[in-house]
């Protein structure tokens, strides 16, 4: 299945009013004016005031960290990183008034659709305590994080989470928003051409997005996706039955897996680590090393560290841990991956990295191209929510 063919999940649309529909319209192409065309007049206005000081015999900056220091006082940055606060705010004002008067049909639809639980499945657990990193913070500036519930058995996190990832990735994340799914299971597929995974788990799932990408790549894996979340799972479970995919949720903590050791052939995650504690990472790698079978594949998509970047793309990276309240995204940068890897049970010879270009910007022919060309780390799109994105992933074979 191609993501132009999915079977769509139209029931749990939102109705925007034709004043929020052209709100959500202009959020989205504000966006994308900071992400490309402001962000990208930034790096110009930087490399000029780098040169009046190469001019000037005075030292540039060498660190993502001298970058900031450089430019927190300067009247373009701050143009830019207002406007980029401001969409970031609306999004989710955008979003909220038509989600809250949908709440009564999302929760109806999910109840008509648990039961036929002949398609997937969909597991809560009310007793699980949630994070504190989830609980205390409204993670990028998002209103009630991803765990609140408004009503009983509610879903509005979930759809809070998808119908502000549609507006804010203006269309890059393809039409069922699942463009790292897409690009990472196919990229698993060709190069690892001998692997017939037929267990598959997605952790910090969300709304499974990108979960059911495996599902479609993989047809005969039974596919798993966790998350404390439980309007977001309860989202996902109403999204992948709509899809008609077999999906299973489950409402777990990924530093303490229910999983028995040895019972997966790939664990992957997206955009997940970056948004905890520095503390619990290596917890979340071992228990992925035990739950994966020998030979399974470790896999998780996120922001390229540090030191594989340019102090300026590095302090582009860093921009959301100062402005757009993700606390722990700065120090997941600066961690060695691969000696993380090897503490949580890896061999180092078996550590794997790369950068996956995206499989709904360029389609199938393009796309497995590029994957011949050489695509380095270092490139300025990297990880960057700019029209070429590629994402970044590391990992391990057990
Ligand atoms: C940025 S979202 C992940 C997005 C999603 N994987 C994607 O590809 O777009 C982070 C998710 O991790 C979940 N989460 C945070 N801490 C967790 C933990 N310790 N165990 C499991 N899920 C967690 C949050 O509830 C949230 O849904």
Redesign the pocket.
């Known amino acids: 299945m191609t993501p132009m063919d999915q079977k769509s999940h139209k029931q749990l649309e939102i109705a925007f009013k034709r004043d929020e529909r052209a709100k959500a319209n202009f959020v989205s192409a504000l966006r994308r004016h900071v992400f490309e065309d402001l962000a990208e007049s930034l790096h110009q206005h930087y490399n000029q005031r780098t040169k009046e000081q190469i001019k000037k015999a005075l030292p540039t900056p060498q660190t993502a960290r001298a970058v900031h220091q450089f430019l927190r006082n300067d009247e373009y940055f701050k143009f830019y990183s207002a406007l980029r606060v401001s969409s970031q705010d609306l999004l989710y004002q955008t979003v909220r008034a038509p989600i809250e008067r949908a709440q009564e049909s999302l929760y109806n639809i999910s109840k008509k659709l648990a039961r036929r639980p002949n398609l997937g499945s969909l597991i809560l657990h009310p007793e699980l305590p949630i ?1 504190r ?2 609980t205390d913070i409204d993670i990028h500036l998002m209103p009630g994080s ?2 609140s519930e408004y009503c009983t058995d509610d879903l509005t996190m979930g759809a809070v989470y998808e119908n502000r ?1 549609k507006i804010s990735t203006f269309g890059l994340f393809g039409p069922n928003l699942d463009d ?1 799914g897409q690009s990472m299971a196919r990229f698993i597929r060709e190069r690892f051409p001998y692997m017939l995974p037929k267990k598959i788990l ?5 709304v499974g ?2 979960t059911g990408a495996w599902k479609d790549i993989y047809p005969e894996a039974e596919v798993y996706g ?4 439980a309007p ?1 799972l309860r989202y996902g479970a109403a999204r992948a039955r709509l899809q008609k995919r077999s999906l299973h949720f489950e409402q ?4 303490a897996l229910k999983f028995p050791s040895q019972s997966f052939d790939v664990v992957f ?4 680590l970056h ?2 504690p520095h503390k ?1 990472i290596p917890k979340i790698l071992f228990e992925t090393h035990r739950i994966l079978k020998p030979g399974g594949l470790m896999l998780h998509m996120e922001l390229p560290s540090t030191s594989q970047l340019s102090a300026f793309d590095s302090f582009y990276l860093d921009w959301d841990s100062h402005y757009n309240n993700e606390p722990f995204y700065q120090a997941f940068r600066t961690i060695n991956l691969r000696k993380l890897v090897v503490q949580a049970g890896f061999n180092a010879e078996n550590y794997i990295q790369d950068v996956v270009p995206s499989f709904s910007a360029l389609g199938d022919a393009l796309w497995r191209a590029q994957l011949k060309s050489n695509r380095p780390i270092n490139s300025s799109k990297t990880g960057r929510l700019s029209s070429g994105i590629q994402w970044f992933f590391f990992g391990a074979q057990k």
């Open positions: 994070p990193s989830v991803y765990h990832l790292i997605d952790l910090g799932c969300t997005h990108n966790i998350d404390v979340a977001c777990m903590n990924a530093t995650s997206s955009m997940f948004e905890i619990q």
